[in-house]
T-cell receptor
């Protein structure tokens, strides 16, 4: 079975502060991990994926297989980062994508 | 490139009525997903198609939900009869194939309210 846990339902920070959204997963094989973002009244869109090892909009995420975590980080939060963030796991058996419960990030001015 | 198209965007029905949602995936995408997103929760996979075959429907409430993808292109999700707890956003998504390294693209969703 594959499972994704996002322990924080809500996260509030001030503009310019660092932010970290936590994600832990459970999967017996080697999964592919993603972060999706959903801005107000917009569709879910891919933010980044662990195999790309890239930084998108200042966000980075490192896959830690020992801790089975894939936390999303940004050193200086911006107001436009306010959104719902979902961590997701793609199982390699037949491509099942499982989402966490999501974290609502609010960046205050 | 056109995205995943869904219709209708919004639907309000009474309990015990039926409703159908339509999805047109990105051209050439073999894998199609239907997710249910209840307010305050993450999306939950209802059914996954690979071309016109079902790969996973383990979380589809088969007594009231059905889905088909007859020609391996667009898909329809039906609920009959609807219950109050079916109120949710129904998301359709597609990817070139269900494998490592592929990106899954989402539609805007169909918002269902059952009263």
């Amino acid at each position: 079975a594959q499972r994704v846990t996002q322990p924080e339902k809500l996260l509030s920070v001030f503009k310019g502060a660092p932010v970290e959204l936590k994600c832990n997963y459970s999967y017996s094989g080697s999964p592919e991990l993603f972060w999706y973002v959903q801005y107000s009244r917009q569709r879910l869109q891919l933010l980044l994926r662990h195999i790309s090892r890239e930084s998108i909009k200042g966000f980075t995420a490192d896959l830690n297989k020992g801790e089975t975590s894939f936390h999303l980080k940004k050193p200086f939060a911006q107001e436009e980062d306010s959104a719902m963030y979902y961590c997701a796991l793609l199982g390699t058996s037949y491509g099942k994508l499982t989402f966490g419960q999501g974290t609502i990030l609010t960046v205050h001015p | 490139e056109a995205g995943v198209a869904q219709s209708p965007r919004y639907k309000i029905i009474e309990k015990r009525q039926s409703v159908a949602f339509w999805c047109n995936p990105i051209s050439g995408h073999a894998t199609l997903y239907w997710y249910q997103q209840i307010l305050g929760q993450g999306p939950k996979l209802l059914i996954q198609f690979q071309n016109n075959g079902v790969v996973d429907d383990s979380q589809l409430p088969k007594d009231r939900f059905s889905a088909e993808r007859l020609k391996g292109v667009d898909s329809t999700l039906k609920i009959q009869p609807a219950k109050l707890e079916d109120s949710a956003v129904y998301l359709c998504a597609s990817s070139p194939r269900a494998s490592y390294g592929n990106t899954i693209y989402f539609g805007e969703g169909s918002w269902l309210t059952v009263v």
